[in-house]
């Protein structure tokens, strides 16, 4: 169990298109694609960079926790995620060092990815996703 990568920067967007045209045409970053993740209630952008991506994320139909994030702080850096390659493994590691996440369990996000936040209060005021991308069958 380990965590082996930073997997995405997530930026929260008031306006998704703007954060796209912003992103891609001003920056030059190149969209990947859009995704309704359901259960984190977001509509998400993926435009990746060397080594990682940047994610912007958008409250799907103006509610979850995004939403409430922007009217509380309104837009900018909302987490960092990292990858790992066994987040339930890497959740009782991290709970047994005094860490405090959102779910008792990985929850599904992006690209059939399981999730899992740590409270920010455990992480010095920074919002941190852990993510288990699914394993390659070939």
């Known amino acids: 169990m ?4 930073l997997d995405h920067i997530a930026i929260a967007v008031s306006s998704l298109p703007e954060a796209i045209h912003r992103f891609c045409e001003d920056l030059g970053l190149e969209l990947q694609g859009t995704e ?3 259960p984190a209630k977001t509509t998400t952008a993926f435009l990746p960079i060397e080594g990682t991506q940047i994610e912007l994320i958008h409250p799907l139909n103006g509610e979850g926790p995004v939403a409430r994030h922007l009217e509380r702080r309104g837009p900018g850096l909302h987490h960092l995620c990292f ?6 493994g890497d959740m009782r590691r991290l709970r047994a060092k005094g860490y405090v996440f959102l779910s ?4 599904p ?3 059939g990815t399981r999730v899992a936040f ?3 209060r455990s992480m010095g ?3 941190v996703e852990l993510a288990e991308h699914p394993k390659s069958t070939s």
């Open 2 to 5: 380990a965590i082996i990568a």
């Open 36 to 38: 309704d993740v359901i």
């Open 83 to 88: 990858r790992t390659d066994d987040i339930d």
């Open 104 to 107: 008792e369990a990985p929850t």
């Open 109 to 111: 996000g992006a690209h």
């Open 118 to 120: 740590i409270h920010p």
């Open 125 to 127: 005021g920074v919002l």
